[in-house]
C-alpha cells in the first residue's frame, strides 16, 4: 500500500504523459541494472546470465500481463475485471492437464515443447473466446455477476485440473502443486525465447490498433456509432488477449493480481486515458513491480522465491479497496 | 407428503452409510465382519469413525452456512466465502508453528478463535459497504479469504511448513480420520443441534437489527451466539478433516429453492443433504482411483462449483423476470 499512496503523489505532479512515461523508464533502467548488479559473486558469467535470463521472462510477463489486463477492461468497458480473475490462467492449466490425461497419461506434464504449447494455446483461445463472448454478449448479466461467474469458474477449472492431476499419478501429485505458484527461476531458455517472440508479435499487432481501443473504451453503443466493427473486434481482442494470457502462464503460472494492479496504477498515473500512453505506463509499472519486488523480497527481506504470493497478498487488498471506493 | 420425503431421504442416508462403512482397501463383508477380530477392529477403528465423521461435519458445515447466510442477509455468503476458513488455517498454522506440541484441543481452540476474528473482520467491512449488491459481499468475503491465505502462505514457505498445511488445508480428507481423531465433531454435532434449537432467532436477526430488537429480541447476544458456532464449526473442522469448498453455500440454497424459507422446517433437511452430499463425494473419492484415494473436497470443488454457477444463473433469470 506504501507503493499506491507514493504513486498518488506523483499524479499530482504536472507532467505531460511522455515525461512521465521517460520517469518510469528511467526507473526501469535503475532497478534493473541494480537487480543485475547487486550482490555479485565470484562465478561472474554464470551469475549475470542467469540473471539475465530472469529478469528477461520478468519483462515478458510484465508485458503480457499488462497489456492483455488493459485491453480486456476496453473491451469489457470495467476497470475491476482481469482475465486472470475471470479464470483465464485457470483455464489453461486444466486445458494442459486435460490434453496430458487424454493422450500421453505421463508425468511429463510441465516438461516445454513448443508444438504441444501452440496446440494448448489454440485450444484455450478457442474456448475462452467462446465461453467469454457468451458472458459479456448476455445483455442482462450485470458486472458484479460476470465476477462471480469468472471467480467461480476459475475454481471449478482449479478444482476439475486437481482431480484429473489426482487420477493421473497420484505419487506425482506433490510435484505439480509446487506448479500452483508462479515462479520466475524454473523456465528454460527455449521457452523463453519462443514466448518472448509471441508476445512481442502479438504486442506489435496490437500496438498498431491502438487508436481503435481508445474507441472501443468509450462503450459498446458509442463504438458501433462511430463505426466500429463491434463484435469482430472484441473476439479478436479477446482472442490476442487469451495468447498473451496463456503465454505468460506457460512461463511462469499463474498471477492473480498483477494486471489488476498495474492496470488501475496506469489510469491513475499515465495523465491520459489514450491507449498509447496507457499501455506504455502499463507495461512499466509492471516490470517496477515485478523487479522492484523481487529486489526487496530477496535482499530486504531474504525472502526468496514468495513474490507471487506477496503480489496475492498487496493485490487481493488493493481489490477490496476498490470494490469498496466504488461501490 | 414431506414425511414421506423425509423417509426416502433417511433411507438413502442410512444406504450411503452401508455403502461407506463396507467400501474401502480392506475387503471387508458381513460374514468377516462375524467371524474375523481382525477385521471387526478395521471396521470399529477406521470406517465407522469416518462414516460418523463424514455425516458429522457435512451437516454441521452446511447449517453454519445456513446461519451465516441469514446474519449477513446475503444467499451468497459461506464460511470459505467469509475468511472464516483461511483465518481458522491461518490459526492452525500459528499454533503448529509456535506450540508444535499442543494437543489437538488447543489447535482447535485457536483455530475457533481466529476463525471468530477473521469473521468478525469480514461483517465490519461489510458495515462499510454502504450500496450492497447481493454479489458484493461473496466477491470481498472471496478476495478477504485470498488475502488470509496469501500470509498463511507466506508464514508457512517462511518456516518451510507449506506441504504439512496443503494437508490441512486443501484436504477435506477424511481418509485419516481413525478412532481417537475424530470425537471432536461430535462437539461440533452438538452446536449443529443447538443451531436448529435457536434457528428461529437467526431467522428474526436475519431481518435486520430494528425489527430483530422491536420484537423482543437480543440482538447482540444471537449474533454472538451465530457468530460462535460458525467459528467453531469451521475450527474443529479445519483442524480434523481439512476444509469442505462450497458445501455451506449450495446446501441451504438447494434446499431452500425445493422447500422455501421457513428455517424451523428445512433446517433438519440441511443436515440430512450436507451429511450426505459429503458421503457421497467421499464414497466416489474412494471409487474413481481405486486403491487410491481422492480427498471429498476435490470431488466436493467440482460438484459444488457447477451447482454454484447453476444457482447464480437461476437467480440472475429470476431477477430479470
Redesign the interface.
Known sequence: MQKIKEHSRLSSIKLSPKQRIGLLLFLVAVIMTLFMTINLGNNLHYILVRRGYILFTMVIVAFAASISTVLFQSVTNNRILTPSLMGFEALFILIQTLIVFFYSGTSSYWLFNIIKFIGESCLLVAFSVLLYRWLFSSV???I??I???G???G??F???A??LQ??LD?NEF?VL?SRM?ATFTKTTPELIWFSALVVFFFGFILWRKRYLFDVLALGRSHAINLGVDYRRTVTTTLLLVSILVAVSTALVGPL?FLGLMVANLAYLLAGSCQHRYILPTAFLLAVIALIGGQLILEYGLH?A??LS??L??IG??F??YL??KR? | MKSSYLIIAIISIIGLSVISLFTGVSDISLSSLWGDPHMRDIFFISRVPRTVALLLAGSAMSVAGLIMQLLTQNRFVEPSLAGTTQSASLGLLIIMIFVPSASIVTKMIVASLFAMAGTLLFMIILRKIVLKSALIVPLVGIMLGSVISAITIFIAMHYDLLQSLGAWVSGGDFSGVIQGRYELLWLVGLLTLLACWVADSFTVAGMGREFATNVGLNYRRIMLIGLSVIAVVSGIIIVVVGALPFLGLIVPNLISLMMGDNIRKTIPWVCLMGGGLVLLCDIIGRIIRYPFEIPASTILGVIGAVIFLFLLINQSRHAKN
Request: no cysteine; charged share 10%; glycine share 6%.
Open positions: 442482462h448479466f450485470n458484479n455477476l465476477l462471480m461467474i471467480i467461480v469458474l475454481t471449478l482449479r478444482s476439475a486437481t482431480l489426482r487420477l497420484p506433490s502443486q505458484f492473480t525472502m522465491g514468495s504470493v506477496v496475492e497478498f487481493g487488498i481489490f477490496i470494490v469498496l461501490f
